[in-house]
């Protein structure tokens, strides 16, 4: 019998963890793209998630939210009663709306090296809300940060 490693896309993926987050359980998954960098570094970086009632969820948060069958894991940007608009770290435009009900579930650690971090942590939300306030700066930031990192 082969090793056969079959890739599923995150789509499908997530319509089976949501049955689990529905029955309270945590899932990790590993971090796919370059929307949340710094944060989060594609391929490298996993988030452990779990289901959480929409009326708890916070601005700056990271959630995953669902359109269709599509789903995005990214930062909640602003919050109101019935709806939320997301930023990803490592751009420069929301995305949304999303209706309270495509709330799929919100990040409660992030993976990196076999080292667990909270999303609660002080330093965490410290960064978290320094990013956010820098927004306007980004695209500077992240042109000058690669070209001193490929010299």
Known sequence: MDNYIKRIPPSQIFEFAEDMLADGQFIIITVVGNSMYPFLRNK???????????ENIRVNDIVVGRIGKKYVLHRVYKKYDDKFIMLGDGNFRTDGPYLKEDLVCKASAIYRKDKRISCKSLSFRF????????KPFRAKIFK???KIRHK
């Open 144 to 146: 000058s940060y690669f």
């Open 127 to 134: 960064l978290s809300v320094l990013w956010k306030i820098l």
């Open 44 to 54: 490298a970086d996993s988030v452990e998630l779990y289901r959480e009632d929409y």
